[in-house]
């Protein structure tokens, strides 16, 4: 008891720094991204510039091969991504861990099948599942771009929500909510779900990144979301030809991916440990 | 009075092994009940049946007079008032997400027991032992002792009639043992009593009855007092002859 509460200030203290950081990263994404409804900078298709003009007061990150500003083109970037990995992780959590409850509850044969099936899925690099389902529908744009994705992140969703759940089932606890008369979707609300939410939580940050990376490999590839929705993937893709004398077109897309990549990780981490009951202090 | 009754019931999970063959048994209201046998006998079988969650393949369990079918919802919420279990591993039997408070009260809440259920907790958590107040921690910061004295008073608040204990104190260290077999012994003053166990000793101390189980079957069954004197079934008298050798090796060491 003793050593417990003299070490729970200082790992308190690691968890709020943890949360914090992440609270930072992520604000500031968000931040930008609510700023563009108001106000951007440039238009964002019309050439405010010369071509490839390196960083000024007037153009803080310089311009690109059609003098477009962008910082312009990097703040539009930030809410399509945001909107890339709520969108794609909440489509992907719906249906991963419904199916994953389905596969934990049911008979063996069926889970057997479903485990199988999931197993399969996952074989598949999600950018592919992504590509194969951006290609079904035809009309590449934004929203298939995110259902793509969820559905590509559903069946890791489901998988670990099956095997979280599975383990869960065979607490005496949830024994004891039968005997103590709670019905099966309240066991599943009360017991099951609060259990593997930290775990799930935490991969879903995950997920978050890989939507938000595999969003840019998308529209790299010319599969995202069309102009003049601006991309990170599309900037880089654009600043590829003239890497050499215009290299920021290319490093700014790749450090607002990994800064909100690594936010979402740190927020998700941070909020698991502050809400864990077992890891406050005692 | 018998409070339940189980008549020639059998149960496997495969067609060729039995895990519970031809098993009768009455539990009069009032009566403590030891259910002996070792590990593999049927003893968690037979209780998980008691408890409605499994159906047996055939025969019958009536309880208070009327069949215990998991299929009636209507009889289920009086039963489930009435029956209820305390599990032997104290770590698994508590949500550690949940507060004390919210893990006694699911009965009252599922089972939709009228009352100040706050006030039901507390009298609950005071009739195990425990401060009225730690209501609003968490199990992990109780030790496996007083996590019991929880798991029971969960059991204890809706007011039950049958208190099943499936080895309740089996992973308890000796002395806390004897405190926790102390407040079923107390328990078992207003309830009947079905104390599930490998411990022949603490059966004798507690129970009135025992039955004996070995490989599903009811081999010897009486007063707990003449069966251990003497003993007939040659499973009992094996079960009976490993106990004085421990206490030896206890006062020796």
């Keep these: 008891m003793s050593s417990a509460t003299m070490t729970a200030p200082r790992e308190q203290k690691r968890h709020s720094l943890i949360l914090w950081a992440g609270l930072v990263l992520v604000g500031l994404h968000i931040a930008i991204a609510l700023l563009t409804f108001v106000w951007l ?42 909107i890339v990995g709520i969108g794609a992780v909440a489509i992907g959590a719906a249906i991963g861990v419904t199916l994953g409850l389905l596969a934990a509850f049911a008979s063996k044969w069926l889970d057997d099948a479903l485990a199988a099936t999931l197993d399969i899925l996952i074989a598949f690099p999600t950018l592919l599942i992504a590509m194969l389902v951006v290609a079904a529908s035809d009309t590449a744009n934004l929203w298939s771009a995110i259902i793509a994705l969820g559905i590509a992140l559903s069946a890791i969703v489901a998988r670990l929500t099956r095997i979280l759940a599975k383990r869960v089932l065979v607490m ?56 003049p929705n601006a991309s990170w993937g599309r900037v880089l893709q654009e600043a590829q030809g003239t890497v050499y004398t215009a290299p920021l077109g290319a490093i700014a897309p790749g450090i607002a991916l990994v800064s909100l990549a690594i936010g979402v990780n740190l927020l998700a981490d941070g909020l698991r440990d502050t809400i864990d009951p077992t890891r406050r202090a005692r | ?29 009032g009566d403590t009940i030891g259910l002996v046998g070792e590990s593999g006998s049927g003893k968690t079988t037979l209780l998980r049946l008691l408890l409605g969650l499994t159906r047996p393949d055939s025969g019958s369990i009536t309880f208070d007079g009327k069949p215990l079918d998991p299929g009636n919802g209507a009889f289920m919420r009086t039963f489930r008032r009435q029956a209820q279990v305390v599990f032997q591993d104290p770590y698994s039997s508590l949500d550690p997400r949940q507060t004390i408070r919210s893990i006694i009260a699911e009965p009252l809440r599922s089972l939709k027991i009228p009352g100040d259920h706050a006030k039901q907790v507390g009298d609950a958590l005071e009739a195990v032992g425990l401060e009225r107040d730690v209501g609003t921690r968490f199990p992990h910061q109780f030790s496996g002792g007083q996590r019991q004295r929880i798991a029971i008073a969960r059991a204890i608040v809706p007011g039950p009639r049958l208190l099943l204990a499936d080895e309740a104190v089996s992973a308890l260290d000796l002395t ?52 251990l004197a003497n003993p007939k079934h040659p499973y009992t008298q094996r079960l009976l002859a490993s106990v004085p050798r421990l206490s030896l090796n206890e006062v020796s060491s």
């Design chain 1, 41 to 82: 900078p440039y238009d964002p298709t019309a050439m405010a510039g010369g071509r490839l003009e390196g960083p000024s007061l007037l153009h803080w990150l310089g311009t690109d091969r059609l003098g477009r500003d962008l910082l312009t083109q990097m703040m539009i970037g930030s809410r399509i991504a945001l």
């Design chain 1, 172 to 227: 005496d606890y949830i024994t004891a909510a039968r005997t103590s008369g709670s019905s099966w979707p309240k066991i599943v609300a009360i017991h099951i779900l609060p259990n593997i939410w930290p775990t799930l939580s935490v991969n879903f940050a995950l997920q978050f990144g890989l939507a938000v990376i595999a969003e840019a490999s998308l529209s790299y590839l010319g599969l995202g979301a069309p102009p």
């Design chain 2, 1 to 29: 009075m018998t409070l339940v009754r189980v008549d020639h019931v059998s149960f496997g999970y495969t067609a060729n092994r039995r895990i519970l063959d031809d098993v009768s048994l009455d539990i009069a209201a």
């Design chain 2, 176 to 227: 806390t043992r004897i405190r926790i077999v102390d407040l079923l012994a107390g328990l078992s003053k207003s309830m009947s009593l079905l104390f599930v166990s490998h411990d022949i000793g603490v059966v004798a101390a507690l129970c009135r009855r025992i039955v004996i189980l070995e490989k599903g079957r009811v081999v010897e069954t009486g007063d707990t007092a003449s069966v």
